[in-house]
């Protein structure tokens, strides 16, 4: 039987449904978790997934307010139980608000206002993100300077900390496992590569043991080949062109969001 | 126009319930500790205007007619231009500014008021909540907790990472200005002797 996945929705989430076939199609099974339901029942799961959307209507602040619901509470003692647990956008700012990520229980980062010159709010473009170093379960079989390029699509997505040297810091320690880069993998620098003035150009940020995951683009919006955007460009964009032009059917090939499930896949098989 | 103030305050609040300020009260009150003494809370947006500002009706109309402020169809503005004129504190209400580090400035709404008035005013937001706790609660250290997020447990209002947090001195009113902590520019016409600590 192959390991459960519990998609947990709060009210105001909205991409349970593409997560549940993300994890389906990796293999996984899967099914969303509503708040309604006691949190005790969510221990009888393998691995967590925290969808996108607006938990709670991103009031107060996007993540906060889920961040204290009683089902964080069972998360966090998984979490520390080494079960692995994803939080993608929305799902990522709930992590960071309950101090999962990066992990210590203290909230230690935010993820700001995106800051980009002459525009403000919420932004969605496609991004190339690089796999850094790190002990993540979800990225640990990818090659380091490998380039995924995947979809964003927030207006809160600035990984920042008050104390300074901090997001540096978790990038020397290998917490980082994406960072923004350009087409051919080069540091993004400047917006629109790193799209919302994330500190380092991070994506995405682990916890020291590597099982909780907090990653702003959607990598369960691109699981076909067919699904990558027509301004995709590298290898990917390359890949899509010709499925495109020469066999339609080539167009549900396995795409670059798949990875990520791809390597949750992997370490449950090993660990439940 | 005349320019006759420096300084003025805009605080803007929902006619009917605010939904926002619901959710933080039944969060605290359910899931922190220091929320179990709190028994009423009040979200209020704060637009801080510095510069040449024309006088109380005109600032009050301007407000009104732009859609930078606030919608006049599901909120009410109170504007206060003087330190003597009265805030929305209501008696025994704990205030607690948070806004935006470094991310408390308007500029469409400086752009809008530029080009409606001729004169270059700075225009900062953030947000104010107005916490009421039940009778023997140190409210002070109490807004504290239920203010600065430190983990699970403690904080909501506000992300130290990227937010400040400044709590009204006293309660019943709040200082002025409170978002704008140095000194103000002048503005070409500004009168003598208003500038903002």
Known sequence: MSARVAVVQFPGVNCEAESVRALMRAGLSAEVFRWTRPAAELLAYDAYLLPGGWSYQDRVRAGALAAKDPLVDVLADVAAAGRPIIGICNGAQVLVEAGLVPGDGRVSLALARNRMPQRNGYYARWVYCRIEASNSVFTRHLEPGMVLPLPIAHGEGRFTSAKRGHVASLVRSGQVPLRYCTALGEDAIEFPSNPNGAEAGVAAVCNAAGNVLAIMPHPERVLDLGAIGRSVGGPWGRLRSQAMAQNPTEVFSDAPGLQIFEGLKRHLEVAV | ?197
């Not at chain 2, 009040?42 to 009050?60: D, K, M, Q, S």
């Not at chain 2, 900062?124 to 916490?131: C, D, N």
């Open chain 2, 1 to 197: 126009m005349n320019a006759q103030k420096q300084v003025a305050q805009a605080f803007i609040e929902m006619r009917a319930s605010d939904p926002e300020a619901s959710s933080a009260l039944s969060v605290a009150q359910a899931n922190m500790e220091a929320g179990r003494g709190l028994v009423g809370m009040r979200r209020v947006r704060v637009f801080e205007l510095a510069g040449p500002l024309p006088p109380h009706a005109e600032l009050i109309e301007l407000l009104h007619r732009s859609n930078q402020f606030y919608n006049p169809s599901k909120e009410r503005c109170v504007v206060r231009a003087e330190t003597s004129d009265a805030s929305p504190c209501v008696a025994g209400e704990q205030w607690v500014l948070v806004f935006e580090r470094g991310g408390e400035r308007r500029a469409g709404a400086e752009r809008w008021w530029r080009h409606e008035t001729g004169s270059r005013i700075e225009v900062r937001e953030g947000v104010a909540w107005a916490l009421r706790f039940a009778p023997g609660v140190d409210a002070s250290a109490s807004a504290e907790d239920i203010t600065v997020t430190r983990d699970r447990r403690h904080g909501l209002l506000c992300n130290p990472n990227f937010q400040e947090w400044r709590p009204a001195p006293e309660t019943g009113t709040v200082p002025m200005p409170w978002i704008a902590t140095k000194p103000i520019s002048r503005g070409p016409r500004a009168r003598k002797g208003k500038a903002a600590p």
